[in-house]
């Protein structure tokens, strides 16, 4: 995913430089689906980026624009740690798999690892060349990847912040990096219209995935690591055999850049957001379009499946956030109250309750109650 920040980034890379109200039904295949406003995250001073649930549900981070990450009781909303120490503004902020630690990426070409209880730095990743676009940990929460305006992704220590590899090939910028579940295998997508599928441990390239036309934004693994799903500039998503590189499906049907691209929980369909304002449902298979989730009246910056994949969460430009019947396409809710452009949106593990991060600098919970 590429989001409201990273692409107000990209523009300086590329140029030199309320009350909440529920609205449900909404013409939704289920009625009794409702999406309760439960508080809102107020601290940060600029453009909150991005927004992510603990493994555990208990804890949110959020990453902004105002050069600092901050962790919050996920039922309170209180705030209970600020992260302070990058000089530019945050791309992105994930938790470990355990819970206990915390990755962010920043254009100050530096990645930080954070103890998620405390707030306290435990080690700066230095990438001396570029921006850090993003990072995240792998399945075991022993390494990190990054990706760089360098050109490269990096494998790093989790714990020692020692670069362990550095992964070579692409020729224009890289825009994220993914392990695949076993931790075994990584993904990168590029500007170079292609991605990459690289060992984890050495650093080898495995293969090279081309087809796109255009910039690679976003790039996935299946659950099971057999596929992956990119998306990009040129308005196509592709699936691809991860282990082979061949090209399987390509999802046609957007009028415009795709944003960000993923697999359902089981691996049988994708989802995929556009700049065209709409959010549409595929096949993992066949590549035949499922649905097309139309409603919102700008860009739609993210979609996410619930862990169950029966809804799906968007973020959009309009302010609102949005949850669909994954099967059906249909408008369950609109979650409203946000004062700027919604940058991203998540279910909490236990898809109880879903997170939204805003431009208007705040980030929001809201609870699920399905029936």
Not at 91 to 120: C, E, H, N, Q
Not at 122 to 146: E, H, K, M, Q, Y
Not at 322 to 332: F, I
């Amino acid at each position: 995913m590429v989001s409201g920040g990273a692409r107000r980034a990209l523009t300086l890379a590329l140029t030199g430089v309320c009350s909440a109200v529920l609205a449900s039904g909404c013409g939704g295949s289920n009625a009794n689906f409702h999406a309760v406003p439960h508080a809102v995250l107020r601290g940060h001073t600029d453009a909150v980026d991005s927004a992510a649930f603990s493994p555990d549900g208990t804890h949110i981070v959020t990453a902004s624009t105002d050069k600092t990450a901050r962790v919050w009781d996920a039922r309170s909303g209180k705030s209970l740690a600020v992260l302070r120490g990058h000089t530019r503004l945050l791309l992105s902020a994930a938790f470990s798999p355990d819970g206990t630690r915390i990755v962010t990426a920043s254009t100050d070409k530096t990645a930080r690892v954070w103890d998620a209880r405390s707030g306290r730095s435990l080690a700066v990743l230095r990438d001396p060349a570029d921006i850090v676009w993003s990072a995240a940990f792998s399945p075991g929460g022993t390494r990190i990847v990054t990706a760089s305006g360098d050109k490269t992704a990096r494998v790093w220590d989790a714990r020692s912040g020692k670069s362990l590899a550095v992964l070579r090939g692409h020729t224009g910028i890289v825009w994220s990096a993914a392990f695949s579940s076993d931790g075994t295998r990584i993904v990168t997508a590029s500007a170079d219209k292609t991605a990459r599928v690289w060992d984890a441990r050495s650093g080898k390239s495995l293969a090279v995935l081309r087809g796109h036309t255009d910039f690679v934004y976003s790039a996935a693994f299946s659950s099971d690591g057999t596929r992956i799903v990119t998306a990009g500039e040129d308005g196509t998503a592709r699936v691809w055999d991860a282990g082979s590189g061949k090209s399987l499906a390509v999802l046609r049907g957007h009028t415009g850049v795709l944003y960000s691209v993923t697999f359902s929980p089981d691996d049988t369909r994708v989802v995929t957001a556009s700049d065209d304002g709409t959010a549409r449902v595929w096949d993992a298979r066949s590549g035949k379009s499922l649905a097309v989730l139309r409603g919102h009246t700008d860009i739609v910056e993210d979609a996410a499946f619930s862990p169950g994949g029966k809804f799906i969460v968007t973020a959009s430009d309009d302010k609102t956030a949005r949850v669909w019947d994954a099967r059906s396409g249909k408008s369950l809710a609109v979650l409203r109250g946000h004062t700027d452009i919604v940058e991203d949106a998540a279910f909490s593990p236990d898809g109880t309750r879903i997170v939204t991060a805003s431009a208007d600098k705040t980030a929001r919970i809201w609870e699920v109650r399905n029936g």
